[in-house]
């Protein structure tokens, strides 16, 4: 992978295709393979940057609390390095949370905005409390308790079960440590929404249990010239379950 160093760490990169930039964030706890199945699907419509977040995949691992406006921060660093002044912007799930903060923190850097199984809301307190307990299982126990109790929520399908699986297991628990707490401590997105003047495209499964379609529903309505592709019968990985329809979402970032 590409490395770059920005705000004392190293954050580690794929870039691939061509046309408009367009950057791919994963979510918890995984890493930029997450997109292995679309990128071939956009590559010739956009110039695909991939990175892996702060602590994730080949990117530095920190002990040091940190939030989601750090982890726009990184991106923002990594764009400015890369000299695109302008990018679309897709994040899945905690990915999104970071999407919109870099929305909210660098709105004249964003042609468009992909939400993809996320949402605009911060956490309601016990969930946040719950997060604050699952870091410290990590840290006390290690990931394999967070490992099992996701994968099966990710998706119904095995096979894919398998591979959410195979990821989470290559992340370090300080990673798991440190996005459990930048995620508890993100604001709510919600009054952003109506500002936002670029494209906007939100894809969600409608069999997701991990962040309900009535969230992406919520984000659309909020944003009125927003697209909405509800993906059936995808959980919370479209562009593993549905590459195509999910790859189609992203293309009207073009
Ligand atoms: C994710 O998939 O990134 C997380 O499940 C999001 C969350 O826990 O809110």
């Known amino acids: ?39 071939p699907l956009l590559e010739d419509t956009f110039d ?7 602590g994730f995949g080949e990117s530095t691992t920190v002990d040091t609390l940190y939030t989601t406006d750090d982890l726009a921060s990184d991106i923002a660093g990594l764009l400015d390095q890369l000299g695109i002044e302008k990018s679309a912007i897709a994040g899945h799930s905690m990915g999104g949370y970071v999407a919109l903060a870099f ?55 095995e096979r894919l079960q398998e591979f959410a699986r195979n990821s989470m297991e290559r992340q370090q628990p300080a990673a798991y440590i440190g996005s459990l707490k930048a995620m508890a401590e993100r604001s709510d997105s919600s009054s ?25 529903q919520e984000m659309k309505d909020a944003i009125s010239h927003a697209h909405f592709v509800k993906i059936k019968d995808a959980g919370h990985v479209p562009m593993l379950e549905a590459a195509q329809e999910t790859a189609n979402g992203l293309k009207l970032l073009a």
């Not at 046309?19 to 990128?39: A, K, N, R, S, Y």
């Not at 500002?195 to 009535?214: C, F, N, Q, R, T």
């Open 1 to 39: 992978m590409n490395k770059i160093n920005i705000n004392g760490i190293e954050l580690a990169y794929e870039r691939q295709g061509k046309g408009t930039p367009l950057v791919l964030l994963h979510g918890f706890p995984l890493d930029h393979h997450l997109w292995d199945e679309v990128i």
């Open 48 to 54: 695909l940057i991939i990175p892996d977040l702060r």
């Open 103 to 157: 929305a909210r923190l660098y709105p004249e850097k964003v042609s468009g905005l992909g939400l993809v199984s996320t949402q605009a809301l911060a956490d309601p307190p016990e969930r946040k409390e719950g997060r604050y307990k699952s870091a410290e299982d990590v840290a006390d126990n290690g990931i394999h308790g967070i490992v099992e109790a996701m994968t099966t929520k990710f998706t119904s399908n």
């Open 192 to 216: 952003l929404l109506a500002s936002m003047d670029y494209p906007v495209v939100v894809i969600h499964g409608d069999a997701d249990v991990l962040i309900p379609i009535e969230r992406g």
